[in-house]
């Protein structure tokens, strides 16, 4: 996975804005003012990318367990967030699961509200 197919994957979901709220290299998404994706646009550079995705627990420890690449969430709630290594162990298809069920949380836990506005 390349920096652009990321970038598109996560900008297509509905209701997705992405921003760097933190600084100049942490390009966040989120869905209704909430994060579901995170990564350090320099590590994509360095050929090291990585990126933090929000996670049911159980499964975080799950995928922890079966992934060396697969991480408690750098700078993040270690239970329910991952940090997961691109381009590794973990394959392209189930990064884009995590990110779909990231999304998903995060959507899921916004009020009926904010749903209907998306």
Not at 43 to 48: C, D, L, Q
Not at 96 to 107: A, G, P, R, T
Request: proline content about 4%.
């Amino acid at each position: 996975m390349n920096l652009e197919m990321y970038y598109e994957y996560c900008g297509s979901k509905k209701g997705v804005i992405e921003h760097f709220p933190f600084d100049e290299d942490t390009m966040v998404f989120k869905v209704g003012g909430k994060m579901f994706a995170l990564s350090s646009l320099m590590h994509w550079e360095k050929e090291e990318p990585s990126v933090n995705l929000k996670c049911d627990p159980d499964l975080a420890q799950e995928l922890r367990a079966r992934y060396d690449d697969i991480k408690p969430g750098f700078h993040m709630s270690k239970i329910h967030w991952n940090t997961i290594a691109i381009n590794k162990s973990v394959p392209d298809l189930l990064i884009k699961e995590l990110i779909d069920h990231s999304y998903d949380l995060v959507h899921k836990s916004l009020t009926k509200k904010i749903q209907l506005e998306l």
